[in-house]
């Protein structure tokens, strides 16, 4: 009876809302409709809005980026559509706990940590720049926080867009199932994840580590963290240095010296 009246609820228990301003729209559109962000859409998790910018120009040839003033060469993206696009995303989405990401080569590094920040929006906003960017104008009027993914140049901000929505979309509730959440534990604590097999159990004539066919779970589990550290420590120095002021080892039991049998009492 209670299901059926809930199956009519009127408001849509979305977790999280993601609109991406592009001016490739299926580019984005096509990766997160794809494997688990496709299923999470599916199942009402979390929606994804792609608007294309070149749709608000009011450029009679629709146009959507001008030269640089001051010179210099490649394209700007102009303001006005950009605006127009972000305003009309706005009046749709209503009053929400949003942020508005620019990403940008020149933004602050977008880490595990801020994925999980950024998940407790209820809407972002993620906002693609293609050619030599965006008019400074639209930024200071309407970004709230610009991100990079990391030290590397790129097209444009569609990939790292699509990137923040799977990596923020992963601490929602629901969206991964159980078994997929489970691999998180070591690289959420810091460390990198520890080598996975599957079957056969010898494959090119390289056999799969003898203890993970034990069967031995303290034994296997012990492994993995082992594997994590070493690869870690050998890949990674500043993870693990982080890692070990986290965890500091704990101080190794003393040995119980058995108490000398005396004739006589303690004086
Ligand atoms: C916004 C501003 C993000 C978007 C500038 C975007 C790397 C990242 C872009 C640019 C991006 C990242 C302008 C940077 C042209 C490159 C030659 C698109 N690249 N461009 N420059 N690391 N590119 O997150």
Not at 65 to 88: E, I
Not at 113 to 138: M, T
Not at 193 to 210: L, N, Q
């Amino acid at each position: 009876m209670w299901s059926a009246v809930f199956s009519f609820a009127p408001f849509p228990d979305f977790s999280m809302r993601f609109d991406i301003l592009t001016l490739f729209p299926e580019m984005v559109k096509t990766i997160l409709d794809t494997s688990i962000m496709g299923r999470a859409q599916s199942h009402g998790k979390i929606e994804v809005f792609c608007h294309q910018i070149r749709d608000y120009s009011k450029d009679k040839h629709r146009k959507t980026d001008d030269t640089p003033y001051g010179g210099g060469t490649g394209l700007v993206m102009t303001p006005q559509p950009l605006a127009d696009c972000m305003d009309a995303v706005l009046e749709q989405s209503g009053n929400r706990g949003r942020r508005v990401i620019y990403l940008s080569p020149k933004g602050a590094l977008f880490t595990q940590a801020k994925a999980r920040e950024l998940c407790q929006f209820e809407q972002l906003i993620l906002v693609c720049g293609h050619y030599e960017g965006v008019d400074q104008r639209f930024i200071d009027e309407y970004v709230d926080e610009e991100l990079s993914i990391g030290d590397y140049v790129l097209t444009g901000g569609e990939l790292p867009a699509a990137i923040v929505v799977d990596a923020v979309s992963r601490h929602i509730e629901g969206v991964l199932k159980c078994e997929d959440s489970y691999q998180d534990e070591s690289i959420a604590s810091g460390l990198l994840e520890y080598p996975h097999y599957t079957h056969p159990d010898t494959f090119h004539g390289r056999t799969v580590p003898d203890v993970l066919l034990s069967g031995h779970h303290q034994n296997i589990a012990k492994w993995r963290h082992e594997q994590s550290l070493a690869l870690t420590k050998e890949r990674r120095p500043d993870l693990y240095a982080a890692y070990i002021l986290a965890h500091p080892e704990p101080p190794p039991k003393k040995k119980r010296t058995p108490k000398k049998k005396t004739d006589h009492a303690p004086e």
